[in-house]
């Protein structure tokens, strides 16, 4: 996984800053409200991992209003990372002054309830990795009108995206993956400017991406895999969307071509559009900025042969910190494998598995020094391995399974100590089967 940017980091500190400034006295009333609506939420909150002595995190909560109890609260409630279950009482919803919520990683179940729209105040509200059931309540799109962060992730959620949420003009981070909604993505959510991170990923979304979402010109990710979604990539996208690092719509029903736009992105690293049905060719320029270190583009319609279609790998090798390329699973991937292929020095994972390359293993291969898994299976590949693959130390996995390769394996591919598996069935592959020094086995 990337670091995250900067900027969420940027957010986390403006969030600690704004909670720190929450501890004015406020208002007597309010006070005794907000700690009725505590109290209430720590008796529906059974179970809180113990922390010793001082006990679960909800301990100090009580009515006894001295230092460290209820009346030291500044408006932020973290109770990440616990074992917290149950349901989460709607007179949560009275906590006016609460800014941060963060639920995270416990196991509350039930509702989110509506009357979470009523904490006006709140800038970050995480309830990811839980079990919350039913909709995602629409009404939170109507008030919390200051809200920098959603994230519902990872939840058992149903219904739609309610179109309300693009009331929430300040979000900076909007996280609805894993939560099994489905119908279409509201367009109104491509009027949020200052979204940075989009993340729908593995719902069952359908229809188009909005035209609108290309207006988010400050979007650093935009996470749509493992959705239903049936349209084409703008060809403006590398020009509308500049500032992506991050771009993963995988597992869809994307199709026509792979935008030239998006060669244009000075700050992409990883760039998943596996598992769709995209085609022509893979941009000539693709990877000339430099910054790009995951290019997934299998189990698509791509192409290429000898004359066009593999300028692209000659530009990637401007990324110095390219790790993982997979193309396979493209049968329009034909020609002669390239030989610029021995300068991606710095890649790790090479597939290209089930395309149509033929061509034989240049011995410059054992220039990719970092390399870890090289794979060939199901292609046309020939000729012998080269004596040179036993310089590549880091090899792991190595799968040559159904291919042309001829002649013997090399004795000394033994001395690669990392090597765990050797596939190598219906290749013409002869001689003695080398003595291992590492624990791989020829499948
Ligand atoms: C209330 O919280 C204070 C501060 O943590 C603690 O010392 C006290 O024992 C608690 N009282 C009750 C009745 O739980
Ligand atoms: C809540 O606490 C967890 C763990 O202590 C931390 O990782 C997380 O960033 C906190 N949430 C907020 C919003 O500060
Ligand atoms: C829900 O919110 C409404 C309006 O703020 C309030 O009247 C009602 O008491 C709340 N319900 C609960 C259970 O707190
Ligand atoms: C989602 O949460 C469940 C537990 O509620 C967990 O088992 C699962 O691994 C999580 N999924 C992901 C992708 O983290
Ligand atoms: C919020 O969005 C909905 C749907 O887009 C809209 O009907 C409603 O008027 C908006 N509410 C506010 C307070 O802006
Ligand atoms: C996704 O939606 C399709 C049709 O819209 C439906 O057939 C399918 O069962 C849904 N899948 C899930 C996991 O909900
Ligand atoms: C994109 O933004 C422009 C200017 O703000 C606006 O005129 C246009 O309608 C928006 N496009 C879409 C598809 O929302
Ligand atoms: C890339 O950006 C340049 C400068 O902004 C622009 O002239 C060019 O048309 C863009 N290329 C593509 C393929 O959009
Ligand atoms: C590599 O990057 C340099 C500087 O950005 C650029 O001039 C050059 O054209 C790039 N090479 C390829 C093959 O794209
Ligand atoms: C590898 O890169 C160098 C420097 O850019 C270049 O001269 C050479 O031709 C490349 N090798 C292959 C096989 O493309
Ligand atoms: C393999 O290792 C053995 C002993 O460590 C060494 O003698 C031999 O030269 C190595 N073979 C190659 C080809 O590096």
């Known amino acids: ?16 800053l704004l909670s720190a400034t929450m501890s004015v ?20 909150a059974i179970g809180g991992v113990s922390y010793g002595d001082t006990g679960t995190p909800l301990a100090s909560w009580n009515s006894s ?88 992730w990872n939840n058992s959620l ?29 367009p109104g959510l491509g009027g949020i400017q200052t979204l940075l991170h989009l993340d729908l990923n593995n719902n069952n979304l359908s229809g188009k ?12 990710r935009l996470q749509v895999q493992g959705n239903m979604i049936q349209d084409k990539i703008s060809a403006s996208i590398g020009n509308r ?31 998943d559009l596996s598992e769709n049905m995209l085609s022509g060719y893979v941009p ?42 997979e193309i396979g699973v ?9 030989s610029s292929i021995v300068n991606l020095t710095s890649v790790e994972f090479l597939r290209f598995d089930q395309s149509g390359i033929s061509g034989s293993i240049p011995s410059a291969i054992s220039n990719l020094l970092n390399l870890e898994v090289l794979g060939m299976s199901n292609t046309f590949i020939s000729g012998v391995i080269p004596e040179s693959i036993i310089k590549m130390a880091n090899l792991g996995v190595i799968d040559f399974f159904n291919t042309e390769l001829s002649g013997t394996i090399p004795l000394a591919i033994g001395n690669l100590t990392r090597l765990y598996i050797l596939n190598a069935h219906h290749c013409n592959l002869g001689g003695p089967i080398p003595a291992s020094k590492g624990r791989w086995q020829i499948c």
């Open 1 to 16: 996984m990337a670091p995250p940017p900067r900027s969420v980091t940027v957010v986390s500190l403006l969030l600690l």
């Open 25 to 44: 006295p406020a208002p007597v009333a309010a006070e005794a409200d907000d700690e009725a609506a505590l109290l209430a939420f720590k008796a529906a």
């Open 65 to 152: 209003g001295g230092a460290g109890g209820f009346c030291s609260w500044e408006g932020a409630l973290n109770l990440s990372s616990n074992a917290f279950s149950g349901d989460i009482p709607a007179s949560l919803g009275r906590l006016r002054r609460l800014q941060i919520l963060d639920l995270s990683y416990n196991t509350f179940s039930g509702e989110i309830p509506a009357n979470l729209s009523s904490c006006t105040s709140l800038l970050l509200m995480r309830l990811r990795f839980n079990q919350f059931r039913g909709h995602v309540p629409s009404e939170l799109g109507d008030k919390l009108v200051n809200l920098v962060v959603l994230s519902l």
């Open 158 to 186: 149903t219904g739609t995206i309610p179109a309300s949420l693009a009331n929430l003009s300040s979000l900076n981070i909007l996280s609805l993956g894993l939560i099994q909604l489905h119908g279409t993505i509201p």
């Open 209 to 220: 991406l909005p035209k609108s979402l290309y207006n988010l010109s400050s979007l650093e």
């Open 241 to 271: 969307l500049s500032r992506l690092q991050i771009l993963e719509l995988y597992a869809n029903q994307f199709t026509g071509p792979i935008p030239v736009s998006l060669s244009n992105l000075t700050a992409l690293q990883i760039l």
């Open 284 to 325: 000539r320029e693709m990877g000339r900025s430099g910054s790009l270190q995951s290019l997934l583009l299998e189990n698509n319609m791509l192409e290429a042969d000898d004359k066009e279609g593999w300028e692209f790998i000659t530009a990637l090798s401007n990324c110095t910190e390219f790790t993982e390329f």
């Open 330 to 338: 493209n049968a329009g991937l034909t020609g002669q494998l390239p």
